[in-house]
Each structure stands twice: as C-alpha cells, then as structure tokens.
C-alpha cells in the first residue's frame, strides 16, 4: 500500500521518501528556533563544520607525520642491519655515507655476506644469482 501511495505522490510531481524527510527536519527547525534564528544556526552550523575540517586536516597530517617518521626508522634500521651483515661500522655516520659504503662493498665481499645483505634488505629471491642479488642491494639503496 505505501508503495502505491508513493506512485500517487510521484504523478502530482510530490517529493519522494527521502525528500519528506528534509522537509520535516526544515519544518521542525523553524518551529523550534523560529525563522529569526534559522540565520544564525546557518552560521553556527558552518563555524562547526569548518572547525571539524581543520582538525580533520590536521589530524591527517600528524598521522601521515608519525608513519612517514616510522619508514624512516625502519628504513635506517634496515640499512644498519645490511652494512652490519657486510662487516661495514655505522656508528656516527649517516644513513646515506652507509648506503654509499654498502654499495662499495657488495662488488667486494664473499658470496654468502651478499645473500645476508639481500636477506636482510628483503630483496633475497631463491633463484637469483650473486649478481643479480647485488643489482636488487643497491637498487633497494636508491643510492
């Protein structure tokens, strides 16, 4: 029955659903606030939803802060732990002196040093050659 109701409202050009809704909230609000206050709420209602945005805003670009801060560690902690496989010192010295060290090194340690470094950089792969691990090292680098 209520979908023919619908139909009906639909041939007279008579809002739908969803449309009876917004007007039943516009209609509460002027006889609750009154057509003098409606103004005013606008406002209010725009001050709010601005002041919302902004912290939004900003709550988005401490989160992407701390994740970016994150990588960074663990990008510099991947490296440490590579140049420590590869017998390289990391101790006061920066991350990109390290990377530049590691890709020296890799054309000059042993077979078995080279599949640590690629094992601990995450680029290890079962059917890759010595020197395809080294390419996949210092690619990983971005040196």
Known sequence: MPSAMWDIAAQFGLPGGFEWIIILII????LLFGPQ????????LGRALGEFRRGKAELEREVSAEIAAADTRDQRLRVEKTASALGIQT???SESQ???DIARAVDKVPDDQVV???QVMGVYTKDAD?????EK???ALNV
Not at 37 to 44: H, M, Q
Request: glycine share 6%; no cysteine; net charge positive.
């Open 27 to 30: 209609i509460a609000i002027l």
């Open 137 to 139: 090292i210092i690619k």
């Open 130 to 134: 010595v020197q395809r691990l080294k």
């Open 91 to 93: 101790a006061g010295r």
């Open 98 to 100: 390290i990377k530049l």
């Open 116 to 118: 640590a470094a690629a």
């Open 37 to 44: 206050k409606i103004p005013e709420l606008a406002r209010g």
